[in-house]
């Protein structure tokens, strides 16, 4: 079975502009997350859907950060505008039904630089 | 809210050497604890959890044992290898209170030396 899967695996932006992450899910996995990762604050939550339907927005990240679901088999991850602090490295997680619905997949990741 | 913490890194072991890292936790609740590790480049990966208090989990030599009554769930293995250098987490879901997010430590970095 495919992993998780994202694009681009880095990326570099120019402040104030519009950037779009993207990331496949494992096949038939309900659940997906959108973590940040930096070595000061480590891994943060931006955004949790289940089925769908967006059941976190992590609240320090609503301003520019939109996380959306297209279909059950792909998100994106839109930072707009972009600023040097944004860059981290973002992770996107899958997880499926039942007993192993705890276990998160994680992709490679995005590797943001922002100048 | 739920939290982990864990031991500070980084740690740098000989190989050979035994390794633990402390983890503790904070939740009202009945959580199952995970271990997840990763390597530079690569997105973290389960190393094994345990959903239940007092039963252990193990995978390639690490093992790790729930104790709700300490709250913790330190992480050792006897003899480390080089090829263990990574990044060791500690974390918590509770999806019987509604939370289904992994709640992480902070993150221990480990370096064996050969």
């Known amino acids: 079975d495919a992993g998780v899967t994202q694009t681009p695996r880095h990326e570099v932006a120019e402040k104030g502009q519009t950037i779009i992450l993207k990331c496949e899910p494992v096949s038939g996995h309900n659940d997906l997350f959108w973590y940040r990762q930096t070595k000061i604050q480590g891994l943060e939550l931006l955004s949790y859907?289940?089925?769908?339907?967006?059941?976190?927005d992590g609240g320090a990240f609503k301003d520019r950060f939109k996380a959306e679901m297209l279909n059950s088999s792909f998100s994106t991850l839109k930072i707009q505008p972009t600023e040097p602090k944004d860059s981290a490295v973002y992770l996107c997680?899958?997880?499926?039904?039942?007993?192993?619905?705890?276990?998160?997949?994680f992709g490679p990741g995005t590797r943001l630089t922002v100048l | 809210g739920d939290s982990v913490t864990q031991t500070e890194g980084p740690v740098t072991l000989s190989e050979g050497t035994s390794l633990t890292v402390n983890c503790s936790y904070e939740?009202?609740?009945?959580?199952?604890l995970f271990w997840y590790v990763q390597y530079p480049g690569e997105g973290p990966q389960l190393l094994f959890k345990?959903?239940?208090?007092?039963e252990k989990g193990s995978n390639r030599g690490f093992e790790a044992t729930y104790n709700k009554e300490a709250t913790s769930f330190h992480l050792q293995k006897a003899s480390v290898q080089e090829s263990d250098s990574a990044v060791y987490y500690c974390?918590?879901?509770?999806?019987?209170?509604?939370?289904?997010?992994?709640?992480f430590g902070s993150g221990t970095q480990l370096t064996v030396m050969p």
């Open positions: 997680a899958s997880s499926g039904q039942g007993r192993s619905s705890y276990e998160q997949y």
């Open positions: 859907f289940r089925s769908k339907s967006l059941m976190e």
């Open positions: 939740t009202k609740q009945y959580p199952t």
């Open positions: 345990v959903p239940k208090a007092n």
């Open positions: 974390a918590l879901s509770d999806p019987p209170s509604g939370s289904w997010q992994l709640i």
